[in-house]
């Protein structure tokens, strides 16, 4: 297919690339009032920028449709991380292939004298990281005296991530005359100032409108316990499995965390994070496209730059930072007109803020349950019906090794072994403590809490003890589901809450351990009673059901160091205070203190 004003051996790749027409952003890049001008474009991740900018700057680059012998480059391409980086190399190597430009790619991480080297033997198209490639033109090993289009793709990343002054530095060394073309998903006041400063005349071009960046992709969420998020992932990932599958976690250490106990149950998985050097993640991505693994666990390192062409489930493990961060995660499938699955895993008390999310990326999201044990198995037997009917050639030792087997085996009995070493390469699907499809109640008195067991918890409102921080605590801490907890009391210096019988042993069980960073310092005790025969109790046994010791809150007992854990500071003097009731810590989430230092005074739900 011939495609207009695009190069003739551009047109080639294309072709041969099975492209059989051009994405908005492609289109709109080569239309006539772009040629030559400089570009302020707006467009979603996974609509073809890479191959649009590389479109639009084949005039700068080939000269009379062939490449020039310069040896300065003639275009510079400026990308935010490593990853992004080696995609839009590789991208552009095939497209400008046919015409032998040569490309130097300069990231951190790599052999720096070996990216010298290439630089003096002459490169046409040069892309790197802002670090890298000002840490070479400070040395002299990149001349851009000679540059005719400088390209800076992912801009508003490049700022997010503080590279204001590497960028500076470098466009200040390029020519007056060359074309700066800003490619940026969203248009900040930032990224305004910088087209201002270093573009003359720019055309403002944005397919955000046609191309969502999302159309391929089916957006799911399913709410769970937080007890319950591993156990999700397991059940996600065997009820899709899918060729490939990426799960996002926010810190290295989640990463660490999932991928060894993926490892364990049985998945071929491997990790991407900024811990790894450029080459273990080399052959993690390589890994993944000869199918050696089929799961990646990844922080958002692997959000922009990475391009699986069998990538079709995308899960985050944990929430994005915001509605663009999202985009740019579940971009990763979807890509180049395959369809995609992107699934959010949404702890209960995080489900507004995700409704808020899908909301401000315009994104419709189907509400789903958590895929169940039955669900899996359902889903197996579909599976290996399909494979173990599908057509195959076999071989004349097979079918006498089939025979042998018939000698001493019924058929009946062979079938079912065969199931079963299908079986067996599969992990194990978990039992969810509850399947997200519930609501809380509202009312207190609910069926099943008639015999429930009163529990009590060593914060109340001196704390800012809430149950918006409490509820959760306890499904983490307890090992058990919102269902599973009835009415949560709060008085001055302690919390009671009734669980459900069928859920006291299992609660009992897991709160005897050793509470997470997090909440260490949160006690969780059966009480004698409900609150009002625990007051009565606590009166007659001479204790003062009221007033806390100090090491129970988290504080130094000796008073001359910060609290324990990390869920409570301190209202006094540094080290814990000296006032009656000691360091009034409270959690980090919880209401502020008055501004005149009063405790607050919260009224109902008080024990008597």
Same mark, same amino acid.
């Given at each position: 297919?011939?495609?207009?004003?695009?190069?003739?051996?551009?047109?080639? !790749?294309?072709?041969?690339?099975?492209?059989?027409?051009?994405?908005?952003?492609?289109?709109?890049?080569?239309?006539?009032?772009?040629?030559?001008?400089?570009?302020?474009?707006?467009?979603? +991740?996974?609509?073809?920028?890479?191959?649009?900018? #590389?479109?639009?700057?084949?005039?700068?680059?080939?000269?009379?449709?062939?490449?020039?012998?310069?040896?300065? *480059?003639?275009?510079?391409?400026?990308?935010?991380?490593?990853?992004?980086?080696?995609?839009?190399?590789?991208?552009?190597?095939?497209?400008?292939?046919?015409?032998?430009?040569?490309?130097?790619?300069?990231?951190?991480?790599?052999?720096?004298?070996?990216?010298?080297?290439?630089?003096?033997?002459?490169?046409?198209?040069?892309?790197? +990281?802002?670090?890298?490639?000002?840490?070479?033109?400070?040395?002299?090993?990149?001349?851009?005296? =000679?540059?005719?289009?400088?390209?800076?793709?992912?801009?508003?990343?490049?700022?997010?991530?503080?590279?204001?002054?590497?960028?500076?530095?470098?466009?200040?060394?390029? *020519?007056?005359?060359?074309?700066?073309?800003?490619?940026?998903?969203?248009? *900040?006041?930032?990224?305004?100032?910088?087209?201002?400063?270093?573009?003359?005349?720019?055309?403002?071009?944005?397919?955000?409108?046609?191309?969502?960046?999302?159309?391929?992709?089916?957006?799911?969420?399913?709410?769970?316990? *937080?007890?319950?998020?591993?156990?999700?992932?397991?059940?996600?990932?065997?009820?899709?499995?899918?060729?490939?599958?990426?799960?996002?976690?926010?810190?290295?250490?989640?990463?660490?965390?999932?991928?060894?106990?993926?490892?364990?149950?049985?998945?071929?998985?491997?990790?991407?994070?900024?811990?790894?050097?450029?080459?273990?993640?080399?052959?993690?991505?390589?890994?993944?496209?000869?199918?050696? !693994?089929?799961?990646?666990?990844?922080?958002?390192?692997?959000?922009?730059?990475?391009?699986?062409?069998?990538?079709?489930?995308?899960?985050?493990?944990?929430?994005?930072?915001? =509605?663009?961060?999202?985009?740019?995660?579940?971009?990763?499938?979807?890509?180049?007109?395959?369809?995609?699955?992107?699934?959010?895993?949404?702890?209960?008390?995080?489900?507004?803020?995700?409704?808020?999310?899908?909301?401000? =990326?315009?994104?419709?999201?189907?509400?789903?349950?958590?895929?169940?044990?039955?669900?899996?198995?359902?889903?197996?037997?579909?599976?290996?019906?399909?494979?173990?009917?599908?057509?195959?050639?076999?071989?004349?030792?097979?079918?006498?090794?089939?025979?042998?087997?018939?000698?001493?085996?019924?058929?009946?009995?062979?079938?079912?072994?065969?199931?079963?070493?299908?079986?067996?390469?599969?992990?194990?699907?978990?039992?969810?403590?509850?399947?997200?499809?519930?609501?809380?109640?509202?009312?207190?008195?609910?069926?099943?809490?008639?015999?429930?067991?009163?529990?009590?918890?060593?914060?109340?409102?001196?704390?800012?003890?809430?149950?918006?921080?409490?509820?959760?605590?306890?499904?983490?801490?307890?090992?058990?589901?919102?269902?599973?907890? #009835?009415?949560?009391?709060?008085?001055?210096?302690?919390?009671?809450?009734?669980?459900?019988?069928?859920?006291?042993?299992?609660?009992?069980?897991?709160?005897?351990?050793?509470?997470?960073?997090?909440?260490?310092?949160?006690?969780?005790?059966?009480?004698?009673?409900?609150?009002?025969?625990?007051?009565?109790?606590?009166?007659?046994?001479?204790?003062?059901?009221?007033?806390?010791?100090?090491?129970?809150?988290?504080?130094?007992?000796?008073?001359? #160091?910060?609290?324990?854990?990390?869920?409570?500071?301190?209202?006094?003097?540094? #080290?814990?205070?000296?006032?009656?009731?000691?360091?009034?810590?409270?959690?980090?989430?919880?209401?502020?203190?008055?501004?005149?230092?009063?405790?607050?005074?919260?009224?109902?739900?008080?024990?008597?």
């Amino acid at each position: 297919m011939t495609f207009q004003n695009i190069p003739p051996l551009l047109d080639e !790749a294309l072709t041969a690339r099975g492209y059989t027409a051009l994405t908005p952003v492609q289109t709109a890049v080569i239309a006539d009032e772009a040629v030559g001008r400089d570009l302020v474009v707006s467009a979603q +991740t996974g609509s073809g920028k890479t191959v649009a900018f #590389g479109l639009a700057m084949a005039p700068q680059i080939l000269d009379g449709g062939l490449v020039s012998l310069a040896r300065e *480059p003639a275009a510079l391409i400026i990308a935010p991380t490593r990853e992004l980086a080696l995609q839009v190399s590789r991208e552009l190597m095939w497209l400008y292939a046919k015409a032998g430009v040569r490309i130097a790619t300069c990231v951190g991480g790599m052999d720096a004298s070996k990216e010298r080297r290439t630089l003096n033997q002459g490169a046409q198209i040069v892309v790197g +990281t802002p670090g890298r490639l000002r840490d070479h033109l400070e040395r002299g090993a990149l001349d851009l005296s =000679a540059l005719k289009v400088a390209i800076l793709d992912e801009a508003d990343e490049m700022l997010d991530m503080g590279f204001r002054e590497e960028l500076e530095e470098i466009l200040n060394a390029t *020519p007056e005359g060359r074309r700066t073309l800003l490619f940026s998903a969203t248009m *900040p006041k930032p990224i305004v100032s910088l087209a201002k400063r270093y573009q003359q005349d720019a055309l403002r071009i944005s397919t955000v409108g046609e191309d969502r960046g999302h159309g391929d992709i089916s957006y799911q969420v399913c709410t769970v316990a *937080p007890p319950d998020i591993e156990n999700a992932v397991v059940n996600l990932l065997r009820l899709h499995e899918a060729e490939t599958a990426i799960l996002f976690c926010a810190t290295r250490e989640n990463v660490r965390r999932l991928h060894a106990s993926l490892t364990e149950r049985g998945f071929n998985v491997v990790a991407l994070s900024g811990e790894h050097s450029q080459s273990e993640r080399n052959q993690a991505l390589q890994a993944l496209r000869d199918q050696r !693994a089929r799961v990646c666990v990844a922080t958002d390192v692997a959000a922009r730059g990475i391009d699986l062409p069998n990538l079709s489930l995308v899960v985050h493990v944990e929430l994005p930072r915001d =509605a663009e961060g999202l985009q740019h995660r579940s971009g990763r499938t979807g890509r180049a007109g395959r369809k995609g699955t992107a699934v959010l895993i949404v702890p209960y008390q995080r489900r507004k803020r995700v409704e808020s999310m899908l909301r401000g =990326a315009k994104i419709e999201a189907d509400w789903i349950k958590v895929p169940t044990a039955a669900d899996i198995r359902a889903k197996d037997h579909d599976r290996l019906l399909e494979t173990l009917l599908a057509p195959v050639e076999v071989e004349d030792e097979d079918r006498a090794l089939g025979a042998k087997l018939l000698e001493t085996m019924s058929p009946e009995d062979i079938a079912a072994a065969l199931v079963r070493v299908h079986r067996a390469k599969m992990p194990q699907a978990e039992d969810m403590l509850d399947d997200g499809s519930r609501e809380r109640p509202r009312d207190d008195h609910r069926a099943g809490f008639d015999d429930s067991v009163w529990f009590k918890l060593n914060v109340g409102r001196r704390n800012n003890a809430d149950p918006k921080w409490i509820l959760p605590l306890l499904c983490r801490r307890g090992g058990v589901t919102k269902n599973d907890i #009835g009415a949560i009391r709060i008085a001055a210096n302690e919390t009671h809450v009734g669980i459900a019988a069928a859920a006291v042993a299992k609660f009992t069980k897991a709160i005897a351990q050793p509470g997470h960073d997090e909440d260490n310092d949160v006690e969780i005790v059966q009480a004698n009673g409900p609150p009002r025969e625990a007051a009565r109790e606590n009166k007659r046994m001479g204790r003062d059901g009221d007033r806390p010791q100090r090491s129970q809150l988290g504080v130094n007992p000796r008073g001359d #160091g910060p609290p324990r854990g990390g869920n409570f500071r301190s209202d006094g003097p540094r #080290g814990g205070g000296s006032s009656r009731d000691g360091a009034r810590p409270f959690r980090k989430d919880g209401p502020p203190p008055s501004k005149h230092g009063v405790k607050h005074k919260a009224k109902g739900n008080r024990p008597r």
